[in-house]
């Protein structure tokens, strides 16, 4: 079956731009995770999705980050006026609620690179 | 603060030998562990798990331990294959929390 997948897997953008940045997860899946990783370092969180609402928004580093989930599926990463701080892989990752809350599938990730 | 650690950036070990990865944590709040593997260009993939209330728990050829006094666990992979070679991420959870807490990774190689 399809996994979860993120669109676009590379992004090159100028410091100052807005992106957005797609995650599609795992049908039937109910949670959804966002997650960035600098380099040399581990995931680190950023939201959770259950359903259609933010579950915990605790990671999102500063109001320039935003996220939405608004049928409860597809969900869009949004950030305005990029910043080179903001290059990182972001993951995304579901969780089907039922068969237990931890185990989290990720999908391959989208490259953010702010010139 | 890191609360996952991973002193180990890299593990180089032989094919057929045990291969152990290590993780120690700070936040005695952490109820669940995880280990996760990711290969380049790929997103990390779920290995395996382990509750607090166990000490061990074992998947064919991978088994973790967990020592809480020690705030400590391991990963074994044994016998090593050159397929295992990736980075590997160790991660806690809260209880009630969705959000897991990874630590750095530390990279394997297993040479043929």
């Known amino acids: 079956g399809a996994g979860v997948s993120q669109t676009p897997s590379n992004k090159v953008t100028e410091k100052g731009k807005y992106v957005e940045l797609r995650c599609d997860p795992i049908s039937g899946h109910t949670a959804l995770y966002w997650y960035r990783q600098s380099l040399g370092q581990g995931p680190e969180f950023l939201i959770y999705?259950?359903?259609?609402?933010?579950?915990?928004d605790s990671g999102l580093p500063n109001d320039r980050f935003f996220a939405v989930r608004p049928e409860g599926s597809v969900s869009t990463l949004k950030i305005q006026r990029t910043e080179r701080g903001d290059s990182a892989v972001y993951l995304c990752a579901s969780s089907l609620m039922a068969s237990g809350p931890y185990e989290q599938y990720f999908g391959p990730g989208t490259r953010l690179t702010v010139t | 603060d890191q609360q996952v650690k991973q002193n180990s950036p890299s593990l180089s070990v032989q094919e057929g030998r045990i291969s152990i990865l290590n993780c120690d944590y700070t936040n005695s709040m952490f109820d669940y562990f995880l280990w996760y593997k990711k290969y380049p260009a790929e997103g990390p993939t779920f290995l395996i798990s382990?509750?607090?209330?166990?000490d061990k728990n074992e998947d064919g050829r991978f088994t973790v331990f967990l020592n809480k006094s020690a705030k400590h666990l391991s990963l074994h992979i044994v016998p090593s294959q050159p397929g295992d070679s990736a980075v590997y991420f160790c991660?806690?959870?809260?209880?009630?929390?969705?959000?897991?807490?990874f630590g750095k990774g530390t990279k394997l190689t297993v040479n043929p």
């Open positions: 991660a806690g959870t809260q209880g009630g929390s969705e959000k897991l807490v």
């Open positions: 999705f259950q359903g259609t609402g933010a579950a915990d």
């Open positions: 382990i509750s607090s209330i166990k």
